[in-house]
């Protein structure tokens, strides 16, 4: 199979189910801002041992299945797609709980970057949240499974108790922010 079929070249590109729309379609600047993130996600898979391998492959998977629901079509997609599974959410709450438990009482903001992999959680959370901004705006002109935005939201969360736990696993300390 070739990588290139030039169908793109005049600035659109088609939505599973065949309905094309241009390449700045909000449904595009979703599902590729999903897949930017899931990019990152790999990132931080492959520079910290000390997280979970299984899990962030789990987040990796559902991030997939997002970016398939958002770039089929809402009515003219006719594929199966893969159901997103609330107990996903559940996963990432058990997980945040987890870490939590280990961390000092937060009482200030803190900045990214107290090391590389503490960074790279805070680079993937500021994706995920945009990657959420862009489906809450699509899903004011289309059709958009709750349960998505309810995810993202979630997965925001556990990247910022992620970087607070990196860092403690580290033997490093969050940079408080001090106006």
């Not at 169908?7 to 599902?31: H, P």
């Not at 492959?46 to 492959?57: A, D, I």
């Not at 006719?78 to 996903?88: G, Q, S, T, V």
């Not at 945040?96 to 805070?122: K, T, W």
Request: proline share 4%; charged share 25%; glycine share 6%.
């Amino acid at each position: 199979m070739k990588i290139y079929t030039k169908t793109g070249d005049a600035g659109e590109t088609s939505l599973i189910g065949g309905v094309r729309v241009k390449k700045s379609d909000l449904r595009i600047d979703a599902y590729g801002t999903v897949d930017e993130l899931n990019s990152w996600m790999g990132v931080i898979r492959n520079v910290n041992v000390s997280v979970e391998q299984t899990f962030f492959q789990t987040i990796q998977e559902t991030l997939f299945t997002i970016g398939s629901h958002l770039a089929s079509h809402p009515e003219k997609g006719k594929m199966k797609l893969p159901n997103i599974e609330l107990d996903r959410i559940n996963e990432l709450e058990v997980e945040i709980d987890r870490m939590q438990n280990s961390l000092p009482a937060l009482s200030h903001f803190v900045l990214p970057g107290s090391s590389i992999e503490n960074g790279y959680c805070h680079v993937a959370r500021t994706v995920c949240r945009r990657a959420e901004r862009c489906i809450v705006e699509l899903s004011l002109h289309s059709k958009v499974e709750p349960i998505i935005i309810k995810y993202l939201n979630r997965l925001s969360d556990y990247l910022f108790v992620l970087s607070r736990y990196i860092t403690l696993q580290q033997n490093g300390q969050d940079i408080p922010w001090l106006p």
